[in-house]
């Protein structure tokens, strides 16, 4: 679909749904002498158009089918709209011209029946306006009167509509008006009458004299449901005037206030600014701190450690009796590990140590007279920054409702549509909300796509900032005029004219006998139908050959199986529990099992704890290798901790000999008297299948990663898809939960991307077979996919590779190309483009291999080295 017919596609609902266009339209009677040759090119063009606008409007209101095609009316705009070398206009310049081509179709109509006089032209009553421009240029005072139809405003500097207004109605230097002698120019502009129907153009591109191309301004600008026009009217210039001026001094005086507040909240002659009141808290804080007599350097120097040896740690039960505290915190760390649990372990006793600054020495006397000093400083910096802020909210409040006193709301209009454009200044798609006044929402009109909406999708869409979308054209309707839209009433009857009484009656055949050729359609379509059912049916009753024998699975390739259980995976633990109880046996060889199992578990305790302590790189995931250690990263609590390891050394694995048989039974003798008050059951569930979670992630990712190598790029997008989605819900209850989020989100983002970009190749090819294979992967892959990318509007980057992905397959829509690529491109369009938030589910998650965890860690690691010799963009 080329600009144009998007355009038309999104104006004609607007204007069909203007009761008074619309009645104006159908009732429409081409001139006598329409039959004959055209006097000129205007009624070559503009007649034509007319019939074609009426068939269509006619169809709109009655037929059958559930879109009607408005190609015939487009193809006579396309034919006019194209200059010699076939660039397309500016969708404002359509909107210029189609309203030219209806005044021009009225006017006929007009003179024909009132020969001599001159006759009024209803478009022209309906859409056009006039203003006065009172200014001076060179010192000359001048006042002109013009009509306007759709009235341009500038986006780029302003915040909302008013502001854009303003600035349209005030050019260059308005005290020159009034002033004697002056040289400056300058002028204003003043409604001296409004049409019914007001069009604001809202200029959302410019161009780029630096790059040489048109950009598209996405800035944010919002605009009101109800907008009050009676500060723009001639009439009320002498107290807009007042307003304007005490608005300007207000704000002069606002700016004042925001310097010094600014000054209270960034305090400081520095780089690094800080708000004054907590400086003078944290100044109240040193003072108040306790005194020390020494320097903390001198009081670990005199127990500093051995050269080569580190400081002894201090234990994290004493970490606990202490509470946190910021200032603990070195500044040079860049992950706070968590309070680590350490069972089976004595805690000791740390040095005294001042654990704040604090002043070396302060007196009573001096210690007194600063806090109070501190501390009616604070009160205040507190109280003249509240009244700073509470000032500038009265000053804001008071601009706001400047123009909200009774004289300045009698002139109100409705918005009645918002046409959206999405895309780039080359490219981009067109869609419309128009506001249905008797049922009192908001409709939205993409393509063949009907659906109610709310004013908050509105906001979204059309205030900009958001996807690259952003209203280009504004429709609002003098709420006083209800004949703009009420329903038109049988004189006789009294009743309301709905459906098809309300079209004349040669529109009323026309409709009859487009749904009698719809009916046929239909039947011709059942029973093409019927026949492809029968054959297939026949079809499905020929036997056929068995389907061939699976290949063998390759050396070094793992069959894809069910995920082992948490039993299966304890298998791989024998190998640690016998290396604890070896060392165990060599330091007690002559203590009981007991005593033998006691030391082994502290052992292995100690050796996971310093796994979990350490911070290796991404391909040595110690994690993967025990679960205790992702339990000791996430703070699980002791008695989880303490069970799985006595289940480890209570597994079955352990009795091939009789040292470990022994051992193996005094740890399940343990098992079983651990009371169900003592263990939490159910929490004790919820962590093993909490690191089943994150191993099953962990193998989504790794797998999605291999095939994303391999270039694989449909498999690898569902795994990486489901790694994504099981990661965030892992790293949603804690920061070591799961992986590192912005590697999964590269992956799938890039999957999407090379198979966005396939897919196009595909569709460019032409042929009927890749074009279907590109729009399949678009469809059951890409669009599905893109609500999981939009659905965080932190992540930038995927919000830009979503607008990418769009603008690829929106660059053709300028392009000419076969109809019947055409007619698939305008059907695959929207759904790319107006893809719900709502994330719909996928199928079943694919297989997974059956690893041991030495085969898991093996693999992952691989995967990881190989990324980090070329890494991902942004990682």
Known sequence: MTDISAWAARQTPSLFNLLEFRRLVLNFNPPANAQDLPRNQKEHRNLPFMRELRYLFALLVGSKRKYVDPSRAVEILKDAFKSNDSQQQDVSEFTHKLLDWLEDAFQIKAEEERDGEKPKNPMVELFYGRFL???????????????????????????????????????????????????????????????????????????????????????????????????????????????????????????????????????????????????????????????????????????????????????????????????????????????????????????????????????????????????????????????????????????????????????????????????????????????????????????????????????????????????????????????????????????ILVGMDTLPSDLRDYVKEDNKRFEKELEEWDAELAQKAQQEKLLSQIPRAPAPSPAPVQAGEPEYLEQPSRTDISKHLKEDSVQAINKALAEQEDRGPEAIMDTAIKLEYTRLLKLAQEDPPPECDYRLRHAIVYFIQNQAPKKIIERTLLEQFGDHNLSFDERCRNIMKVAQAKLEMIKPDEVNMEEYERWHQDYRHFRETTMFLMVGLEFFQKKSYMEALLYLIYAYQNNKELLSKGPYRGHDEELISHYRRECLLKLNEHAAALFESGDDQEVNNGLIIMNELIVPCLPLLLVDEMEEKDIVAVEDMRNRWCSYLGQEMEPNLQEKLTDFLPKLLDCSTEIKGFNDPPKLPSYSTHELCERYARIMLSLSRTPADGR
């Open 133 to 495: 421009a009172v200014g001076v240029l060179e010192g000359k005072k001048f006042e002109n009167t013009e009509m306007f139809g759709q009235y341009p405003l500038q986006v780029n500097g302003f915040k909302d509509l008013h502001e854009c207004l303003e600035a349209a109605m005030i050019e260059g230097e308005i005290e020159s008006l009034h002033s004697e002698n002056s040289a400056k120019s300058g002028q204003e502009h003043w409604f001296t009458e409004l049409p019914p129907v007001l069009t604001f153009e809202l200029s959302r591109f410019e161009f780029n004299q630096a790059l040489g191309r048109p950009e598209k301004i996405h800035n944010k600008l919002e605009f009101p449901p109800i907008l009050y026009l009676d500060r723009y009217m001639h009439k009320n210039r002498e107290i807009t005037r007042i307003k304007r001026d005490e608005i300007k001094r207000l704000k002069e005086y606002l700016t004042v206030l925001q310097q010094r507040l600014e000054r209270y909240l960034s305090y400081g002659s520095g780089p690094k600014r800080f708000p004054l009141v907590d400086v003078l808290q944290y100044a109240l804080e040193f003072a108040s701190s306790k005194p020390v007599c020494t320097s903390p350097v001198d009081d670990l120097g005199a127990s500093a450690p051995a050269s080569g040896t580190l400081p002894p740690q201090i234990p994290p039960s004493t970490i606990e009796q202490q509470g946190p505290s910021s200032s603990d915190v070195p500044s040079t760390s860049p992950v706070q590990r968590s309070v680590i649990h350490k069972p089976f372990t004595q805690s000791r006793i740390p040095p005294d140590l001042p654990m704040h600054p604090a002043p070396r020495h302060i007196t009573e006397e001096e210690l007194s007279v600063l806090e109070g000093c501190l501390h009616r400083w604070r009160t205040e910096v507190e109280n003249d920054t509240r009244d700073l802020q509470e000032s500038i909210s009265r000053i804001h409040r008071t601009i706001e409702l400047m123009y909200s006193d009774k004289t300045m709301v009698q002139v109100p209009y409705r918005l009645h549509a918002v046409l959206v454009h999405e895309g780039q200044a080359n490219a981009g798609h067109y869609w419309a909300y128009i506001y249905d006044h008797h049922q009192n929402r908001w409709m939205k009109y993409n393509d063949i796509s009907v659906t109610k909406s709310t004013w908050e999708e509105l906001e979204r869409d059309s205030f900009g900032g958001y996807r690259n979308a952003s209203a280009y054209c504004l429709m609002y309707i003098n709420d006083k005029e209800q004949y703009l839209i009420q329903e038109e009433f049988n004189k006789e009857t009294g009743q």
